[in-house]
């Protein structure tokens, strides 16, 4: 077997561990050919020893030069933009996991596209700020994109192969799919009495019940913006209308997905909450390959309960859905918006149900007259909106 020349953008992140869960596990299958990350320079270092990659960058400069005094100078550190986008478009790469947190990730992965890899999706951004051109660039460019988000990875695996293979612009009523239920967790004030989300912690805001995330994710999770992205995710993949989608809280995280078909079967993907299977998946396809992880036993489950979410509760929620079916430039604003809202959460410059307050008045302001749906456009939009939003917490919150 040839090993595969996998780059990481993203490595020591939480999706960039699981990656590299499932190269250990398959150590024959994979070569590690490139690794990136930002500022964790001690975690780099420790990859880099383990794994032996061909290339390494920081996105961070001063990170790049502390890396640079601790290792060997036989492996190149390259730092900034541009050597992100130099290793995902590389000619000798064969698959790119896609899992840089935020905007940032946008370009290299958009260059990976273009060069036509096979990239491992787990960048919601991609999708959620330029969906439409992406989709797009990959069918011109001959792109394979394969999801690794643990939901819209369920909903592929249980979609037939006619849609896996023309994602983007598959017809979901011609192949018997009915509906695509995307499921979530709730995050961790699925039952927190209303008045009191006012006074969420960032300590209370990071502890996923189910799932070990970052803490922008995590965050997300909790107002479920998170899963307003991935609906929007769900519309570009599958080329769903606003009646072929439903949301549903499923607090266990068992069911990661679900397809109904227009017979009345409901066909699910299971498994327990670890990046490390849909990761799996996506590396190995079409075959199935090792994850590592423990299977799903039936015998200890107590319970799978489902319910709808309330958009009271979650406003971030319904924000994202609107968004999603008013245009391109209204999700790339909404996530340009909430980047920054959430920042300013961690930072406690506002509260937590300010997040939804702030991303609201930037999209009821948001003009979307005479602009063109090209990369630029959206990228300056993306730019305009951040400077806004950041303008407007200074201001008034």
Do not use: W
């Given at each position: 077997m040839i090993p595969r020349r996998l780059v990481i953008l993203g490595a020591t992140g939480s999706i960039g561990r699981s990656t590299l869960k499932v190269v250990d596990a398959n150590p024959e299958a994979f070569q590690v050919y490139a690794l990136t990350g930002h500022r964790n320079v001690a975690r780099m270092v420790a990859l880099i020893h383990q794994y032996s990659p061909r290339y390494v960058v920081m996105s961070d400069v001063q990170a790049a030069v502390e890396l640079r005094t601790q290792i060997s100078a036989q492996i190149p550190v390259m730092d900034g933009e541009q050597a992100l986008i130099e290793v995902a478009s590389d000619p000798l790469a064969d698959l790119v996991m896609a899992a840089i947190v935020g905007g940032a990730g946008l370009k290299p992965t958009l260059a990976a596209v273009q060069h036509g890899k096979t990239v491992l999706l787990a960048n919601k951004e991609a999708l959620v700020m330029t969906g439409l051109l992406l989709m797009d660039?990959?069918?011109?460019?001959?792109?394979?994109?394969?999801?690794?988000?643990?939901?819209?990875?369920?909903?592929f695996q249980c979609l037939p192969e006619q849609i896996q293979q023309q994602l983007g612009f598959c017809d979901l009523e011609s192949a018997g799919v009915k509906?695509?239920?995307?499921?979530?967790?709730?995050?961790?004030?699925?039952?927190?009495?209303?008045?009191?989300?006012?006074d969420v912690t960032v300590a209370q805001a990071i502890a996923h019940p189910n799932w070990s995330m970052g803490r922008k994710i995590s965050v997300d999770s909790a107002t479920m913006m998170n899963k307003g992205l991935e609906y929007i995710e769900a519309k570009r993949l599958y080329n769903a209308r606003e009646e072929q989608i439903q949301v549903i809280l499923h607090p266990q995280s068992v069911i990661h997905s679900m397809v109904q078909y227009c017979d009345g079967s409901v066909l699910a993907q299971l498994g327990v909450p670890d990046m490390a299977t849909p990761i799996a998946h996506v590396m190995g396809y079409p075959q199935r390959i090792s994850s590592s992880v423990e299977p799903l036993d039936f015998f200890t489950l107590k319970e799978l309960t489902f319910s709808a979410p309330d958009m009271?509760?979650?406003?971030?929620?319904?924000?994202?859905?609107?968004?999603?079916?008013?245009?391109?430039?209204?999700?790339?604003?909404?996530?340009?918006a909430n980047e920054v809202a959430v920042q300013a959460f961690l930072q406690e410059q506002i509260r937590f149900t300010?997040?939804?307050?702030?991303?609201?008045?930037?999209?009821?302001?948001?003009?979307?007259?005479?602009?063109?749906?090209d990369l630029e456009e959206l990228l300056a939009l993306d730019d305009e909106v951040r400077h806004r939003t950041a303008q407007y917490i200074q201001d008034r919150c």
């Open positions: 660039l990959a069918r011109q460019h001959g792109a394979t994109i394969l999801p690794v988000d643990s939901e819209h990875n369920a909903m509906r695509l239920l995307l499921t979530g967790s709730g995050g961790p004030f699925r039952e927190l009495p209303l008045e009191q989300l006012a009271q509760r979650y406003p971030c929620l319904k924000l994202a859905i609107d968004a999603c079916y008013r245009s391109q430039f209204a999700t790339t604003a909404l996530n340009a300010d997040i939804a307050q702030v991303v609201a008045y930037q999209l009821e302001h948001l003009n979307e007259q005479h602009r063109s749906l």
